[in-house]
Each structure stands twice: as C-alpha cells, then as structure tokens.
C-alpha cells in the first residue's frame, strides 16, 4: 500500500476528486475540440517569426528576464490610459486604475 505523509493514495485520490480539471485541461480539450490554437500553456505547435525570436533575445539581453509585476509594467499601464483617453475620453491613473496582467482562473 503507498503512502503519502500518512494518507493512503486511495484515500487522497478520492478526496481530490472534487477539484476536477485544471483550467489547462479544459482550454486544451475546447482547442482541440474546435481545431484552434492553443496559446494556455504557452506553448503554440509551430514556431513563431524570426523577428519574434530577435526581440526575445533582444529582450533578455537588455535584462527583460523576470515576470511582469501583477499590475503590468509601468509603460503598458501608460499606454493603456492614454488609449482610453484617446478612444474614449476616460482618464485613467495608470498608476492606480490600471492593471495589465496575463490572465486569471476562476476561484473554485
């Protein structure tokens, strides 16, 4: 019988049933179900432009490595302010009212 810190598998298994799938999971059945790409996992089945490559390293030589702050970079938060002014008339405090970031799940 394996054990993980005490709990038989059996037992942990069948209390992490009520979690379900991953939002992964589900993104990847409804692509393939719809015969589209798969951009959720962050990994496309083809290459991207050369040009896309150049900026990449081009970034990470200029010391872009790390993940964005949860709010989104200062510069995006800009742009997407004054897009909406521009667009719509809204005035925006990019350092305040915006945020930019890569997605969210839903709380379960």
Do not use: C
Request: proline share 6%; hydrophobic share 40%.
């Amino acid at each position: 019988m394996w054990l993980w810190q005490g709990v038989e598998m059996a037992q942990l298994v069948q209390r992490m049933t009520k979690f379900g799938t991953a939002i992964f999971t589900e993104m990847t059945l409804l692509a393939q179900e719809h015969d589209a790409i798969n951009l959720g996992q962050g990994a496309p089945d083809n290459q991207a432009p050369a040009i896309v490559h150049e900026r990449a390293i081009e970034a990470i030589r200029d010391g872009h490595n790390q993940y964005a702050p949860d709010i989104g970079i200062p510069e995006l938060r800009e742009a997407i302010a004054h897009h909406q002014q521009h667009h719509y008339d809204i005035t925006l405090d990019p350092a305040t009212q915006v945020q930019a970031s890569a997605g969210a799940a839903p709380r379960r």
